[in-house]
């Protein structure tokens, strides 16, 4: 009934789950965003293994993009910053998706394009956590090395990272 489907969105819904679970990678409003969605991550992939990974018309960024990168990434290790913005500036415009956005935030992965070819981005985000590595964000970025690895898809890694989040909890958890 509507009335169930409505308070499963509130209880149990992907945006309540998602954040503390990691299970919804891709999440959409409409029946139609999630086919758009779906197309879209398979515009990334082979068909197969064996395969080459589709390639695309290069959109590369504007040549500002350079010198925006500059004002983005602080001079002090101590400031944060959104690695979304520089993810932005260095990828084939309007190119990146990324995957399981609300889970474990401190680090980012997903999809995008250079010179129309496409990688697996990984990268940790100085935003979050000060980009530190926990057991969710290690495992997070483990499953989507692994899932680039049965495509043969490239890996490009981001790296502005203190180290691991220390804390008993974390070490007992097997960071």
Do not use: C, M
């Amino acid at each position: 009934s509507r009335a169930r489907r409505s308070r499963w969105r509130r209880s149990a819904g992907p945006t309540l789950t998602a954040p503390a679970s990691g299970v919804s990678h891709l999440t959409a409003g409409t029946d139609a965003e999630a086919i758009r969605l779906a197309r879209h991550l398979l515009s990334y992939l082979p068909l197969n293994n064996l395969e080459d990974p589709p390639r695309q018309a290069p959109r590369p960024p504007p040549e500002s993009a350079a010198a925006e990168l500059a004002r983005i990434v602080p001079e002090s290790p101590q400031q944060p910053y959104d690695v979304h913005a520089v993810i932005d500036r260095i990828a084939d415009l309007d190119s990146f998706l990324e995957i399981q956005p609300l889970w474990a935030t401190n680090i980012v992965v997903g999809f995008a394009r250079f010179d129309g070819r496409p990688v697996g981005l990984v990268a940790n985000n100085p935003a979050t956590l000060a980009g530190t590595l926990d057991i969710d964000a290690s495992t997070k970025a483990a499953r989507f090395v692994r899932f680039l690895d049965a495509f043969n898809l490239p890996v490009l890694t981001l790296v502005d990272v203190p180290g691991f989040l220390p804390g008993t909890g974390q070490e007992h958890g097997g960071i």
